[in-house]
């Protein structure tokens, strides 16, 4: 096989990396099927020897067809990473049904790289992270052999240098092989460095976004409860976030069993019309910009005492999107802090968060407080502040009353004390749970015109946790209790390895939080225990196992890797961030005067466009002066760095003969007539004279030069006497620049006389 054929292996393995890499990151089976697949069939198509190609007017029409699909969903959306990634995908499938040749294979190794890079802003799956690092060396091996392609495209083996003795393939592959991990070791160092020390806000905004990755599907999170649509609820194991608790001494918190309610949609509406329970959009319930801090990610206060906490949260959402990007926390939360560079909304009278228009990836810091106690004073009855009943529906209220009657508790808020209402409100959630009402996933839809918590709780008594948890919501109303609907998650799926939670899709939840005292909004979940620790138990076995085993991975992948973000690095150089501190320092100025230049005036522009100019012309000359001496300037530069090594390891610097010697040799070869490297210098000048190739003036300077340097070496003439042959070199120099314009004709009537 000839180098040429294992250069488009090679690159066509890269090509079916990238096409994995992408669907991977986009979490898309169809780009996937329909990647490799196609990729694979015009590979098929056109190999053979020698290969073939499809028809020009086939790829210009495929060409022609990709480009309009393109255009037309720029017009229609943007510029995205996912119609960049598919563009691309398009592009290598086409080429590859393209002639192979050295251009075809670099053509489809730079569009896999374009490919790999779309997919990293994609998203930050462990998964991907993997078939990166899988990439990396394959894509080093593809351009190796594409280099060696371009020498000797059709050869069987290529020898080695300075000897007749040919160097077989599987010698040259080994070689290849040993350069490569060579090149991969060389770059892990440079890598991790560059990791650790560039900023992390780098691009973050003007990419938009671009700057920002998801660690895997986005998962929707309904901010609104529907309950008469009826239908399955998923049961998707697709991981949402990852959350680690600590308590006040920095000690891990969680334990195999132990349940967490992450509260994310506060809902206070309800329509019973349409039985849809949703967030008041009036101004006391608005949500806030959080303040945008000066030096980096800061803690916001967002209700209670700050210094009153419990419980810290490290929670990562693995993808979030467009403006309903909520922020999980265990009730009650007192502090916030979004890593930027997520914006943090939040309501202070509810303590409901999201981060406002964010794409990708938000890892954020909790504190709460889930031991609140009582107040002092709660035994103290407060009729004027007591909630009016609630009665959008008498047979709730019913219910409800007779439910706290039969407790020996007082259904009228103005006559129940007040320190009755947690007892009230656990009552009716005991009701629930009793077993009287079934739970389950499998539910109808109401009848039409009727309320579904009364269709629940009359007649169906089956349903979901969100039909549990708007019952009692609606029961708590009827008897005075200010009550409102939860959604989030449970965290119950706890990772010893790695002490941490992982929440998955399939963990959503609905609940109630109830306002068993002014100000005191305290949680109950109306769902029976047994149903609920069923649903939401993690899965046991082998396969779990290997889940779990994968999980740990990740987790490692995303605290490591994914959430080394500006704070981290921060802590890690042990330095506070600041304006004065920059890796990019020139590319800070110049965003500063582009900011500048927007508000300056006409006089201020014209100043800067003259310092522009001045700064072109100098740069122009600059690059003139260098195209005209770069021989001399490459020639000074070549002697400092040979001194440069000969004082490092510790050799005396050349002797004049040497360098004299070396010139001369460089001369012959500018010149058209290279010594070859068995022939010596005065054979090789004997023959240049006396083929009269080297004539007149110039060969007798040369044969001077030449008897002069073999006196120095073999008869030890002195140093002055080399140093004295410098009108002899100006006159070899003359004759080498003389040639050269006639070597380069010489060359190029050749290439033209090439088929």
Not at 312 to 334: D, Y
Not at 361 to 380: C, E, F, G, R
Request: with cysteine; net charge positive; charged share 20%.
């Amino acid at each position: 096989m000839n180098v040429l054929r294992i250069s488009q292996r090679w690159a066509f393995a890269s090509v079916l990396l990238a096409i994995l890499a992408f669907g991977t990151a986009e979490g898309d089976p169809f780009i996937l099927l329909v990647g490799i697949t196609s990729a694979f069939t015009a590979w098929l198509a056109t190999r053979g020897s020698p290969p073939k190609a499809a028809p020009k007017l086939f790829i210009n029409t495929l060409l022609f067809g990709v480009i309009a699909w393109g255009t037309w969903n720029l017009l229609q959306g943007g510029l995205g990473v996912s119609l960049f990634s598919k563009f691309v995908t398009s592009l290598m499938i086409i080429k590859l049904l393209d002639r192979k040749t050295t251009r075809d294979t670099a053509l489809l190794l730079t569009l896999s790289v374009f490919l790999i890079i779309g997919s990293v802003l994609t998203s930050n799956a462990f998964l991907l992270g993997v078939l990166v690092l899988v990439f990396l060396p394959v894509f080093i091996v593809s351009v190796l052999w594409y280099q060696l392609s371009r020498v000797d495209p059709y050869g069987e083996s290529v020898g080695s240098a300075g000897s007749n003795k040919p160097r077989g393939a599987g010698r040259v592959s080994k070689a290849v092989w040993k350069r490569t991990f060579a090149i991969v070791a060389a770059s892990i160092p440079i890598g991790v460095v560059v990791f650790l020390l560039i900023p992390r806000e780098l691009g973050s905004k003007s990419l938009g976004s671009w700057g920002t990755a998801s660690l895997g599907s986005t998962v929707g999170f309904n901010d609104e409860v529907r309950l008469g649509m009826g239908g399955l609820i998923s049961q998707s194991q697709e991981p949402v976030l990852d959350m680690q608790l600590f308590d006040r001494d920095g000690q891990s918190v969680g334990d195999i069993g132990q349940r967490f309610y992450l509260r994310g949609a506060i809902l206070h509406d309800y329509d019973p019309e349409t039985g849809t329970w949703a967030r008041p959009s009036t101004n006391r319930y608005a949500y806030q910009d959080g303040p945008a801090a000066r030096f980096g990610p800061a803690f916001v206060p967002v209700g209670g005492k700050p210094s009153d906490w419990t419980l810290r949260q490290e929670i990562t959402i693995r993808s979030t999107a467009g403006s309903k990007g909520h922020l999980f926390s265990i009730w009650r939360t007192n502090q916030v802090r979004v890593t930027a560079p997520a914006q943090l909304q939040f309501n202070p009278r509810d303590s409901a968060l999201r981060v406002n228009n964010h794409q990708g990836k938000v890892s954020y810091t909790i504190y709460s407080n889930d031991q609140l106690p009582l107040p002092a004073n709660y035994a103290q009855p407060i009729p004027l502040e007591r909630l009016e009943p609630v009665i959008d529906n008498q047979a709730v209220r019913t219910i409800a009353v007779n439910i706290l009657t039969d407790a020996g508790l007082e259904p009228d808020p103005i006559k129940r004390p007040v320190s009755d209402d947690l007892n009230a409100v656990s009552t009716l959630r005991n009701a629930l749970t009793g077993g009287a009402y079934v739970y389950t996933l499998d539910t109808l839809s109401a009848p039409p015109g009727r309320d579904p918590v009364e269709w629940f709780l009359t007649q169906n008594k089956e349903g979901h946790c969100e039909y549990f948890a708007s019952s009692l919501a609606l029961m708590c109303r009827t008897v005075g209790i200010d009550a409102r609907v939860i959604t989030g998650f449970v965290a119950t799926d706890y990772n010893e390895a790695t002490s941490s939670y992982i929440v998955r899709a399939s963990n959503a939840h609905a609940w109630v939080e109830a306002e068993t005292l002014p100000g005191d909004w305290r949680t109950f979940d109306p769902t029976p225990t047994a149903d609920l620790t069923r649903i939401h138990e993690p899965p046991h076995g082998l396969l779990a196992d290997a889940r779990r085993l994968l999980n740990t991975m990740e987790f490692a992948w995303i605290r490591t890797v994914i959430g080394y973000d500006a704070q981290a690095r921060k802590e890690f150089l042990g330095r506070e961030e600041s304006e004065s501190v920059s890796m990019f320092p020139i590319l800070d100025r110049l965003s500063r005067a582009t900011r500048k230049a927007k508000r300056a005036p006409l006089n201020t522009l014209l100043i800067a466009g003259r310092n522009g100019l001045i700064a072109f012309c100098f740069t122009v000359l600059a690059g003139v002066g260098f195209a005209r001496y770069r021989g001399l300037i490459g020639g000074a530069f070549r002697r400092m760095v040979s001194r440069l090594r000969a004082t490092i390891a510790g050799r005396p610097e050349r002797s004049s003969a040497q360098r004299t010697r070396d010139e001369l040799i460089g001369l012959y070869r500018r010149g058209g007539r290279a010594k070859p490297a068995w022939v010596t210098l005065g054979v090789h000048t004997s023959e240049l004279v006396s083929s009269d190739e080297l004539s007149g003036e110039a060969a007798q300077a040369a044969t001077r030069i030449v008897d002069r340097l073999y006196a120095a070496y073999f008869a030890g003439r002195s140093a002055e006497d080399i140093s004295a042959m410098d009108a002899d070199m100006r006159t070899v120099r003359a004759w080498s620049r003389r040639r050269a314009p006639a070597r380069r004709e010489h060359s190029n009537g050749q290439n033209r006389a090439q088929p």
